[in-house]
């Protein structure tokens, strides 16, 4: 393994944490979105990580330069966001995440979608989108999520029977492997909350070194 590889691997995973709304960024109630997260993100990951919190309103201009400065300053790795993707007109955390972004990386919000239809009719509603933001010798994944604690671990975890086996795997199972691909640093999950997909051969390596 290289030694960038191994700093890499040694340096624990920086995530972002932007919980978007208008009413508890103002103090009208506590936000659940990023403590929500946290717990999560607690319950998920073997490997360390820190976190970087933000509490914004529903303000385009404001989401997006958020969302640079997590990823441009903080050097985070991973990005996710909580709140403003529905269809009313406050709503427009996926287009200001759009603006912050590379290139798109659609098949999460396809997945995101997928996992809410076992729960809600509701989910069609939903215009969650997933982005890279890659600057000069760093990327970042960033993931829109519901605004819900509920539905933020649904997504995340996917949906299980009740022998524990998985009907549909939920969106942070390919997080890794992204991570990997775009150079962040190497995670490990909880597979009794979520199992990470790695190919088998890049999965071998990785468990040798």
Known sequence: MSD???QLSARPLRV?????????????????????????LARALVSSF???ERLIADEKPTITQTIIELVDEAGCDLVLTT????????DVTPEATLAAATREMPGFGEQMRQISLQFVPTAILSRQ???????????????????QPRAIAETLEGLKG????????????????????????????????????????????????
Do not use: M
Not at 83 to 90: D, H
């Open 162 to 209: 009740e022998d524990g086996q998985v009907i549909v795997s939920g969106l942070f199972a390919a997080v890794p492997y992204c991570i990997d691909l775009i150079g962040g640093p190497f995670i490990e999950t909880n597979s009794d909350v979520v199992k990470a997909f790695r190919p088998k051969k890049k999965a071998a390596v990785a468990k040798a070194t």
């Open 83 to 90: 709140g403003g993707t529905g269809p009313s007109r406050r």
């Open 4 to 6: 960038q590889i191994q």
């Open 16 to 40: 972002g944490l932007i919980s978007i709304s208008d009413r508890a960024s103002q103090g009208v109630y506590p936000d659940e979105g990023v403590p929500s997260l946290k717990t999560w």
């Open 129 to 147: 989108v997933a982005v890279l933001r890659e600057i000069e010798g760093h990327a970042a994944l960033i993931i829109n999520l519901p605004g």
């Open 50 to 52: 820190e976190v970087h």
